[in-house]
């Protein structure tokens, strides 16, 4: 069945022992996780991680893994990041078991309203289904502001929004940068302080997370000297490239149904217009551009790419960043040959 903003709280902070699958997804993937974790604690449920492509080969394997009783008889949430398509039959043979022992949640980014995993999710009984939209700026900044209450910052307006941009208005980023800047500037809940701008300045770093988070972007973008430029600020001790190549597909899956809407004839505005509140608003002209440059063809061969990728990746044990980097070179070379 499908959530909205009112019963979802309620739906992970008092979980209905009969729901066995949730799926959340959405542009604001920080939040879907954010509601996942709750869920997680409410259930009291250790998480347990399954693959969408293990589970493409093997879909009996979600009913296997619900069904099992743990080791040492605690619960279990069975957690599947990202969540696509690939994952329709073991859902739907975990909604039909006799009988399970653990829930799944399902990651996803944005889905089409065609997706069959998020149709599956929305008609099902004992399923739940919830979309996670970006907050415009204003919107960001009073989260951020929001946020800077829990770890004791009072964080005025112009502050926030500061934060906000330079995350990406991804809650889990501002998250983790308010809690650095609340024990620089010695603040916590029992001890509020106020947070100004020359503490960001202060603590501020020539790399930020949210350099990781662009990398995708400009890859697609054909900014060559700009990802450059941002693998070149990775730390030193090596990238984690799985997240960046999911952000990568995150795009693509985004990209992909609004370009066949104007191979279709849709004009390209009509399509932007559409897309709503699913974009960040400082996404907007870069998802614009975006749909300039590549053709469904050409997202469809970057999709598959980079999901071969991703699972050589996931067994290797040298080194990832050479290989992505390589990767997005690669279609960021693709993109400015379209572009000229």
Do not use: C
Request: proline share 4%.
């Amino acid at each position: 069945m499908k959530a909205n903003r009112a019963s979802i709280r309620r739906a992970v902070d008092q979980p209905d022992l009969k729901v066995r699958f949730y799926l959340f997804l959405g542009q604001d993937e920080a939040q879907s996780r954010a509601l996942a974790t709750a869920l997680l604690e409410s259930l009291g449920a250790a998480k347990f991680a399954l693959s969408a492509a293990a589970l493409k080969d093997r879909p009996a394997l979600l009913v296997d893994e619900a069904a099992a009783l743990s080791l040492f008889g605690e619960r279990r949430l069975i957690w599947i990041e990202p969540a696509n398509n690939d994952v329709v039959d073991a859902v739907q043979a975990l909604l039909s078991a006799d009988s399970i022992e653990s829930p799944a949640v399902g990651i996803a980014g944005a889905l089409p309203k065609s997706s069959p995993l998020l149709k599956l999710a929305e008609s099902a009984p004992a399923a739940i289904a919830f979309t996670s939209y970006l907050p415009d700026a204003d919107e960001a900044a009073r989260i951020v502001a929001d946020l800077g209450r829990r770890v004791g910052l009072k964080v005025s307006l112009p502050v926030a929004a500061r934060i906000a941009e330079s995350s990406g208005a991804d809650q889990a980023i501002a998250m983790r940068e308010l809690e650095k800047l609340a024990l620089y500037v010695g603040a916590s809940p029992n001890s509020p302080r106020e947070l100004e701008h020359q503490a960001v300045d202060a603590l501020g770093a020539d790399y930020s997370e949210s350099d990781s988070r662009h990398l995708a972007d400009f890859a697609l973008l054909g900014e060559i000297s700009e990802l450059v430029d941002a693998m070149g600020r990775l730390p030193k001790g090596g990238v984690e490239a799985i997240p960046v190549i999911r952000s990568l597909q995150r795009r693509i899956m985004m990209l992909a149904p609004a370009r066949a809407r104007i191979e279709r004839g849709e004009r390209i505005d009509t399509v932007m217009t559409s897309l709503g509140k699913s974009l960040f608003w400082k996404d907007k002209d870069a998802v614009k551009q975006m749909l300039r440059t590549w053709t469904a063809d050409g997202l469809a061969t970057a999709a598959e790419r980079a999901g071969a990728l991703e699972r050589s990746l996931m067994f290797a044990n040298a080194p990832t960043g050479e290989a992505l980097g390589e990767e997005l070179l690669a279609i960021a070379r693709k993109a400015r040959s379209v572009a000229r």
